[in-house]
């Protein structure tokens, strides 16, 4: 069965950082788009950042020029960078494992999903 595992998050205060990591098994992980999810409390799930086999990356207007998306295809890993994170950046964080070698900015669009890691930022 497929399985995507993150790690990395924590409590940091305003203006750190921090670098998510998925690892992933059971599936060929070159094949498919990977991408980062995020839920704030009382919130929708909001697409965050996406990057497809071919190497394009995409991002969320909120994140952009401060989150990197990468991948390590011989490791089966996907990171995302988060730098000078700000107190709205607060969410559990969930890798997302796309459907082909593109997918949207609909969660709808990918089939599996890990299990999430909180990320807290404070003042």
């Known amino acids: 069965q497929v399985q995507l595992v993150e790690s990395g998050g924590g409590l940091v205060q305003t203006g750190d950082s921090l670098r998510l990591s998925c690892v992933t098994s059971?599936?060929?992980?070159?094949?498919?788009?990977m991408g980062w999810f995020r839920q704030a409390p009382g919130k929708e799930r909001e697409f965050v950042s996406s990057i497809w086999t071919g190497g394009q990356t995409y991002y969320a207007d909120s994140v952009k020029g401060r989150f990197t998306i990468s991948r390590d295809n011989a490791k089966n890993t996907v990171y995302l960078q988060m730098n000078y994170l700000k107190v709205e950046d607060t969410a559990i964080y969930y890798c997302?494992?796309?459907?082909?070698?593109?997918?949207?900015?609909?969660?709808?669009?990918?089939?599996?999903w890990g299990e999430g890691t909180l990320v807290n930022v404070s003042s």
């Open positions: 059971g599936r060929t992980f070159i094949d498919y788009a």
């Open positions: 997302a494992g796309g459907s082909s070698y593109r997918a949207s900015r609909d969660s709808r669009d990918y089939i599996h």
